[in-house]
């Protein structure tokens, strides 16, 4: 049974940095595309960032610039580094696996795989 597991959230206050990990199980990580993406309160859930199978990268214009995705395929695991924290970014973010990456929206219906989700919470 395919899992991801997603860690690292909390309540973190804007200026830390921290680093979201989504550990894979059960599925060829390696061929796959992996994309984070959130849901804040009362808001539809949004695409964050993909990290296709070769590693390409691809950001909302929200995040660039102050998130980083990247993936070990050796540890089925995929990160997303957050820095410059707002209190916008507060959100439940979702590990995703199996779906489309490229330039353009990230699209949930897209993706097969979901974790159950950790919880961000930027507050000073």
């Known amino acids: 049974q395919v899992k991801l597991v997603e860690s690292g959230g909390g309540l973190v206050q804007p200026e830390e940095s921290p680093r979201l990990s989504c550990l894979a199980s059960e599925l060829t990580f390696e061929d796959l595309h992996m994309a984070w993406f959130r849901q804040a309160p009362g808001k539809e859930r949004e695409g964050v960032a993909c990290i296709a199978w070769n590693g390409n990268s691809y950001y909302a214009d929200s995040v660039k610039g102050r998130f980083t995705i990247s993936r070990d395929n050796a540890k089925n695991t995929v990160y997303l580094q957050m820095n410059s924290l707002k209190p916008e970014d507060t959100a439940v973010y979702f590990c995703?696996?199996?779906?489309?990456?490229?330039?353009?929206?990230?699209?949930?219906?897209?993706?097969?795989?979901w974790g159950q989700g950790t919880q961000v919470t930027v507050s000073s």
């Open positions: 995703a696996a199996g779906g489309g990456c490229g330039p353009g929206p990230l699209w949930e219906w897209s993706y097969t795989y």
